[in-house]
């Protein structure tokens, strides 16, 4: 089935998967794409009264594979109010709701200290250069602690961690993992940290599934459970063969399931616009215990 999966997980704040949803229907509401339908304007489904004011609704939805990013029963020819707010000031062909003009910007003239345009860096931590240009990194993202102990950072294919890690989360256990791992539910379903590796570097590391793996970056090193899978693997970028690995959050020295804490690993660094953490690009050695 394609979609979303909404009853499988939560996104949050309103448990769509797609930001501004809408532009991937025309200006009529139709899909650009038959084989990428995502979310269209369905002008016969009847809206029950609204619940304020008991008054009927007129016919029309944005229905689809998706929670709509877009005033659900805003039509694609719907007018903004002279004097409206919000979405209110917004046509039914305007969907980046979250812009005063509702239109999707490419240059940035203010608000963004890495403005205005977008561009690539490699993370802080990477095995390649910058396959685009000289520019290795964003020379405005932000640093804590540049050279204490505990925030080392490796040099631009540090030969010692040539992985590239990401973290995530579970669906099993919500946030970071401390209201979860005190549920004995859960903690069931999710019992203990893992590393999640590919068949390659497995076999290339001798590595077997539940084996123990010492998993380690410049910053220190922790213990965790290996999960072989097919679902993470390699990458070949400028020609240089590359393995991936994934560890979760949610385990921590307290709750019914302990564990080692994978923010040991991650690296101080961040973005240079609200410093959202730069844990889910980094670099690290993956060795059996």
């Known amino acids: 089935m394609p979609g979303a999966h909404l009853k499988w997980g939560w996104a ?54 998706d929670v709509p990013d877009f005033g659900a029963t805003k039509a694609p020819d719907a007018q903004p109010k002279p004097d409206g707010i919000a979405l209110d000031a917004l046509s039914g062909t ?30 802080h931590e990477s095995p390649i250069q910058n396959p685009l240009y000289k520019q290795q990194t964003s020379p405005v993202h932000k640093v804590w602690a540049p050279g204490k102990p505990y925030n080392q950072l490796a040099v631009v294919g540090d ?3 040539p992985y590239v890690i990401s973290t995530y989360r579970l669906t099993e256990h919500y946030l970071a993992g401390a209201m979860s791992r005190w549920l004995p539910w859960l903690a069931e379903l999710q019992p203990e940290l893992f590393i999640e590796l590919g068949k390659g570097l497995a076999q290339e590391k ?19 459970k290996a999960l072989v ?18 560890m979760p959050w949610h385990w921590g020295w307290m709750g019914l399931s302990t564990g080692d804490v994978v923010n040991d690993l991650t690296a101080w660094v961040g973005d240079p616009n609200v410093s959202i953490h730069e844990g889910k690009a980094f670099v690290c050695n993956v060795e059996k215990a």
């Open 206 to 224: 001798g590595i077997k599934n539940l084996d123990w793996v010492v998993v380690s970056s410049p910053r220190g090193h922790i213990r965790a």
């Open 159 to 161: 030969p010692k961690f």
């Open 94 to 123: 305007q969907p980046f709701i979250m812009r005063a003009d509702g239109r999707g910007w490419l240059f940035v003239p203010a608000g963004l200290v890495d403005g205005p345009l977008p561009t690539h860096y490699e993370p």
């Open 229 to 246: 899978t097919d679902r993470i693997g390699v990458m070949n970028v400028g020609g240089k063969r590359i393995h991936h690995v994934g």
């Open 12 to 65: 949050w704040p309103a448990n769509r998967r797609v930001m501004y949803n809408r532009a991937s229907a025309d200006l009529k509401g139709n899909p650009w794409s038959e084989r990428k339908r995502w979310v269209w304007w369905d002008p016969t489904f009847v809206n029950p009264p609204d619940p304020k004011t008991a008054k009927p609704v007129p016919r029309g939805k944005w229905v689809g594979y």
